[in-house]
């Protein structure tokens, strides 16, 4: 969405880091197959530089980095580093690959960080970071450094930082307000005053990266753009750690709507942010809150009379933008029963679904056994069964069969068929209800002692033939793993987002099996 109007000086950098700090948001951990596919997508999308993973924290994490740095096209492909040699070794050479790399390596700078984190004195930690912007600048031209908790950095200390990592070779300069707690007036008078204070900061490019503990991540990244910021650090849906980060989507659509106050561009191509908004959701297994700005699927629903009337007379009444521009179609009723293989590849393609053959076979089996059972199949019931497909192909556990015997007369009772890991299995159990039944027989098929942290059920579609979507989230350990599941039997929609966040509970404990106690995913910001 450039604008040959505007100059190459209001031209912000869009940094995603879904695939990074958006991972490690609790439970949102994905596979290789959906990193690697999300990764294309934001390439495709417009995305100047992806954060492709944390390559010293894990072996899977190396791959995925050193993959997705393989194949990426246009965008720069990079990875996250502490400010060891061998983070910094690690993550260089996971990006060696790619057409442009770029390493983003980080130290905390404030007091309460130094003091507990690191237990270094702020003498230690100037010199280190003067030591792996220099050992990063060795392998790369493009480094880039941050303040960790930049935001509680006593400010001579973040300029004299700064302005070493500058000279040591940094050309991305991050001020991250790590913990979400800064407002965006102190947010641009810290940028302003940083970039007028540090005598080199004309030689690099300043970055924000907000978190949303209090909800002002998006407002904290604009007021850093309008300070001199020119990169900013967002991830898809706003995923994140604990609260999340400025969402992508949000950030882009207010330089594009409002740019009479924020006059600044971006080469995001909006009309494939929902479709990445529901890409991201169904490999994270994270629901998109229905009243989220842009993507949310109330965004352009209006209910109120008073609304309703004001559409139908002037759109402009009550929408600030074109449903279109972020990719959102009406919901069409096109496709049932009757509809063929090369019809519902159309559809796919309308939707910005482009599927491997084998892929497309087993989508539209899906659909066909669908359409018996259901009379008209919509845009979300298609995108539920995509999703379905990309989260469970390779799972170890899989449902094969499922009947339930419920009633007000009891005891509620489920058989279950599994297939694990090739095995048929299968097994009756009862239960305080149909659900209970139901999760009580999969305990009895693939014994485990995860608990169960969240079990949401709601429609896809309108109607009493709607398929019900189930979400699930089961912890153990100390880990925490979402899936979503849909079927037009709730039970059934309800035991495959059970199996679904059981399997990713397993395949987690293997990788750490297999590669050993990785480096601990700290956060960069």
Same mark, same amino acid.
């Given at each position: 969405?450039?604008?040959?109007?505007?100059?190459?000086?209001?031209?912000?950098?869009?940094?995603?880091?879904?695939?990074? *700090?958006?991972?490690?948001? @609790?439970?949102?951990?994905?596979?290789?197959?959906?990193?690697?596919?999300?990764?294309?997508?934001?390439?495709?999308?417009?995305?100047?530089?992806?954060?492709?993973?944390?390559?010293?924290?894990?072996?899977?994490?190396?791959?995925?980095?050193?993959?997705?740095? !393989?194949?990426?096209?246009?965008?720069?492909?990079?990875?996250?580093?502490?400010?060891?040699?061998?983070?910094?070794?690690?993550?260089?050479?996971?990006?060696?690959?790619?057409?442009? +790399?770029?390493?983003?390596? #980080?130290?905390?700078?404030? @007091?309460?960080?130094?003091?507990? !984190?690191?237990?270094? *004195? @702020?003498?230690?930690?100037?010199?280190?970071?003067?030591?792996?912007?220099?050992?990063?600048?060795?392998?790369?031209?493009?480094?880039? /450094?941050?303040?960790?908790?930049?935001?509680?950095?006593?400010?001579?200390?973040?300029?004299?930082?700064?302005?070493?990592?500058?000279?040591? %070779?940094?050309?991305?300069?991050?001020?991250?307000?790590?913990?979400?707690?800064?407002?965006?007036?102190?947010?641009?008078?810290? #940028?302003?005053?940083?970039?007028?204070?540090? @005598?080199?900061?004309?030689?690099?490019?300043?970055?924000?990266?907000?978190?949303?503990?209090?909800?002002?991540?998006?407002?904290?990244?604009?007021?850093?753009?309008?300070? %001199?910021?020119?990169?900013?650090?967002?991830?898809?849906?706003?995923?994140?750690?604990?609260? +999340?980060?400025?969402?992508?989507?949000?950030?882009?659509?207010?330089?594009?709507?409002?740019?009479?106050?924020?006059?600044? /561009?971006?080469?995001?191509?909006?009309?494939?942010?929902?479709?990445?908004?529901?890409?991201?959701?169904?490999?994270?297994?994270?629901?998109?809150?229905?009243?989220?700005?842009?993507?949310?699927?109330?965004?352009?629903?209006?209910?109120?009379?008073?609304?309703? *009337?004001?559409?139908? !007379?002037?759109?402009?009444?009550?929408?600030?933008?074109?449903?279109?521009?972020?990719?959102?179609?009406?919901?069409?009723?096109?496709?049932?029963?009757?509809?063929?293989?090369?019809?519902?590849?159309?559809?796919?393609?309308?939707?910005?679904?482009?599927?491997?053959?084998?892929?497309?076979?087993?989508?539209?089996?899906?659909? !066909?056994?669908?359409?018996?059972?259901?009379?008209?199949?919509?845009?979300?019931?298609?995108?539920?069964?995509?999703?379905?497909?990309?989260?469970?192909?390779?799972?170890?556990?899989?449902?094969?069969?499922?009947?339930?015997?419920?009633?007000?007369?009891?005891?509620?009772?489920?058989?279950?068929?599994?297939?694990? *890991? +090739?095995?048929?299995?299968?097994?009756?159990?009862?239960?305080?209800?149909?659900?209970?039944?139901?999760?009580?027989?999969?305990?009895?098929? =693939?014994?485990?002692?995860?608990?169960?942290?969240?079990?949401?059920?709601?429609?896809?579609?309108? %109607?009493?033939?709607?398929?019900?979507?189930?979400? =699930?989230?089961?912890?153990?350990?100390?880990?925490?793993?979402?899936?979503?599941?849909?079927?037009?039997?709730?039970?059934?929609?309800?035991?495959?987002?059970?199996?679904?966040?059981?399997?990713?509970?397993?395949?987690?404990?293997?990788?750490?099996?297999?590669?050993?106690? %990785?480096?601990?995913?700290?956060?960069?910001?």
């Amino acid at each position: 969405m450039s604008n040959p109007v505007q100059s190459d000086k209001d031209r912000v950098v869009i940094f995603d880091t879904t695939l990074r *700090d958006g991972e490690q948001c @609790p439970g949102a951990t994905m596979t290789f197959e959906e990193k690697l596919n999300i990764a294309a997508m934001l390439d495709g999308m417009g995305v100047d530089i992806i954060e492709a993973g944390f390559p010293i924290a894990s072996d899977g994490d190396f791959e995925a980095v050193n993959e997705i740095a !393989k194949r990426t096209q246009n965008a720069v492909v990079c990875g996250l580093s502490r400010a060891g040699a061998k983070d910094i070794d690690r993550c260089a050479e996971a990006i060696r690959p790619a057409k442009r +790399g770029r390493i983003h390596t #980080f130290l905390s700078t404030s @007091p309460v960080h130094m003091k507990y !984190k690191l237990q270094m *004195d @702020p003498q230690q930690v100037f010199e280190l970071v003067i030591s792996s912007v220099t050992r990063a600048r060795n392998h790369t031209d493009d480094v880039e /450094w941050s303040s960790e908790d930049g935001t509680r950095t006593e400010f001579d200390f973040l300029c004299r930082c700064v302005e070493a990592a500058i000279k040591a %070779g940094a050309t991305t300069i991050n001020i991250p307000d790590t913990v979400g707690y800064a407002v965006p007036e102190e947010y641009y008078d810290l #940028f302003k005053r940083v970039r007028e204070s540090v @005598p080199n900061s004309d030689k690099a490019v300043f970055s924000v990266h907000c978190h949303n503990d209090l909800g002002m991540a998006v407002a904290n990244s604009m007021a850093g753009v309008r300070a %001199g910021a020119r990169q900013i650090e967002c991830t898809i849906n706003g995923i994140g750690e604990r609260a +999340g980060n400025a969402a992508l989507e949000e950030v882009v659509m207010a330089m594009r709507v409002r740019n009479d106050k924020l006059p600044y /561009w971006n080469n995001i191509d909006t009309t494939q942010l929902t479709h990445a908004s529901k890409v991201v959701s169904a490999a994270t297994s994270f629901p998109v809150q229905y009243n989220k700005a842009i993507v949310g699927r109330n965004a352009f629903a209006h209910e109120s009379g008073i609304h309703q *009337d004001g559409m139908l !007379k002037n759109a402009q009444t009550y929408e600030i933008m074109l449903p279109e521009t972020v990719g959102v179609k009406q919901t069409s009723l096109v496709m049932g029963k009757h509809s063929g293989r090369h019809a519902f590849i159309h559809k796919l393609e309308e939707m910005g679904h482009k599927l491997a053959g084998n892929q497309v076979e087993d989508a539209f089996v899906r659909f !066909k056994a669908l359409a018996d059972r259901k009379k008209h199949i919509y845009d979300e019931d298609i995108e539920a069964l995509i999703d379905e497909g990309m989260v469970s192909a390779h799972d170890r556990i899989k449902l094969l069969s499922l009947s339930v015997i419920a009633g007000t007369r009891g005891p509620q009772r489920a058989t279950m068929k599994l297939d694990v *890991d +090739g095995v048929t299995k299968i097994e009756e159990s009862e239960g305080n209800g149909p659900v209970d039944a139901v999760f009580n027989c999969i305990k009895s098929l =693939v014994p485990h002692e995860a608990k169960l942290e969240l079990y949401q059920v709601h429609a896809v579609t309108e %109607g009493t033939d709607a398929q019900a979507e189930v979400s =699930v989230r089961l912890s153990q350990d100390g880990r925490s793993m979402t899936a979503r599941a849909a079927d037009p039997d709730t039970l059934v929609a309800s035991a495959k987002a059970y199996l679904g966040a059981l399997n990713k509970l397993v395949m987690k404990r293997q990788r750490d099996v297999a590669h050993g106690a %990785g480096a601990s995913a700290a956060a960069a910001s």
